[in-house]
């Protein structure tokens, strides 16, 4: 069988991606317009390289930040989203002690019942967690007898005490690792985001009721 001789190619593309046109063995470009072009191809590779890298460098740096936080920040980083979902369960409400009306011009926070400093394991319980002006939350101390006047005018004096006695003797100590604390922002983040989808002015019953929900949910405080 008689074989055909291969021929050697006398022509290539240019250099520059995307021309197609055939030039000699002995050039690089079709003319000096694509090889100005070409460089500023090589440039944009460059480039995107060099952010690329500068972007997972500081992925890298954000994650290792992130990881070197102390258990405290990570502790007030969940009682943020723990004290805006209160918030967002009572959105439409005024204050809790006070009765102070939401009008826009108020600055609301999440209030503790129990304040941090008297019962840290209950920090992050939406039962003793209700929307506060910021006048009753830090002025005025919480205004503790303000807030249990508006829960027992709602729910009785048996719900006032249960947040007052009966929560504190079931959690007198709650011990949750920094993997505990992050899976629960996660956790949190979700149901704002749920909340915020579905924002409505919610009855006493239902405020109450949402709050054991997403206590269980949440998966901190899980005793009935």
């Given at each position: 069988?008689?074989?055909?001789?291969?021929?050697?190619?006398?022509?290539?593309?240019?250099?520059?991606?995307?021309?197609?046109?055939?030039?000699?063995?002995?050039?690089?470009?079709?003319?000096?317009?694509?090889?100005?072009?070409?460089y500023g191809q090589a440039m944009d590779a460059?480039?995107?390289?060099?952010?690329?890298?500068?972007?997972?460098?500081?992925?890298?740096?954000?994650?290792?930040?992130?990881?070197?936080?102390?258990?405290?920040?990570?502790?007030?980083?969940?009682?943020?989203?723990?004290?805006?979902?209160?918030?967002?369960?009572?959105?439409?409400?005024?204050?809790?002690?006070?009765?102070?009306?939401?009008?826009?011009?108020?600055?609301?926070?999440?209030?503790?019942?129990?304040?941090?400093?008297?019962?840290?394991?209950?920090?992050?319980?939406?039962?003793i967690i209700w929307k506060q002006d910021f006048y009753c939350n830090n002025a005025n101390s919480g205004n503790p007898d303000g807030y249990d006047d508006s829960i027992r005018a709602m729910y009785g004096q048996e719900q006032v005490d249960r947040m007052t006695m009966d929560l504190q003797r079931l959690y007198p100590i709650i011990k949750l690792t920094i993997d505990d604390i992050q899976t629960a922002i996660k956790i949190c983040r979700k149901i704002i985001k749920e909340l915020k989808a579905d924002l409505k002015m919610r009855t006493a019953e239902e405020r109450l009721r949402l709050r054991k929900e997403l206590n269980l949910r949440i998966g901190i405080y899980t005793l009935l």
């Open positions: 069988m008689k074989r055909t001789a291969f021929k050697k190619p006398t022509k290539h593309k240019c250099a520059r991606k995307g021309c197609k046109v055939k030039i000699e063995l002995n050039l690089n470009f079709c003319s000096d317009e694509c090889r100005v072009l070409a460059v480039e995107r390289n060099r952010k690329k890298w500068l972007k997972k460098q500081q992925a890298e740096v954000k994650k290792e930040k992130i990881e070197k936080r102390p258990h405290g920040v990570w502790e007030n980083l969940l009682q943020d989203e723990i004290n805006t979902i209160a918030r967002l369960i009572d959105y439409g409400h005024g204050c809790i002690s006070c009765t102070r009306p939401d009008n826009g011009k108020t600055a609301f926070h999440g209030g503790h019942r129990i304040s941090v400093g008297a019962n840290n394991s209950l920090r992050y319980n939406l039962e």
